[in-house]
């Protein structure tokens, strides 16, 4: 092996392990932004608990035991958890909805709608 073959070998090991500690950097900031983004998405999700249980104890609704999961009473019952509001006033499934025969559309695009009469000429 002539110094010449030797002292390309060498600098392409130098490179190969200089790209294996940029990928290693890039993999552990990586790795720190998702811990980062799981934590503060964690801190959401419990103030967002925290705050439906207030509203939850504002409004008077029994609320499950903390040991319990979503949908799993006492027996496993799902009805055991309140339902929706219903009666006039309140929030359709499709988000507040106008009433049918308003006269305007809805969100989704569904509904009567009124359309601008044009004049003929």
Excluded: C, K, N
Excluded at 11 to 20: D, F, K, T, Y
Excluded at 45 to 57: F, M, P, S, V
């Amino acid at each position: 092996m002539s110094f010449e073959e030797y002292a390309a070998l060498a600098r392409q090991l130098s490179e190969q392990r200089r790209a294996g500690e940029q990928h290693a950097a890039t993999e552990s900031a990586r790795r720190r932004d998702l811990h980062a983004a799981v934590d503060s998405l964690q801190q959401r999700l419990t103030a967002q608990g925290q705050r439906l249980d207030q509203l939850g104890r504002a409004i008077g609704v029994d609320q499950p035991s903390p040991t319990a999961g979503p949908g799993a009473g006492a027996s496993g019952d799902v009805t055991s958890w309140p339902g929706p509001p219903s009666g006039p006033g309140s929030v359709s499934a499709a988000g507040s909805v106008p009433p049918s025969g308003s006269g305007s559309a809805s969100a989704t695009g569904f509904g009567p709608a009124t359309a601008p009469v044009t004049g003929g000429g």
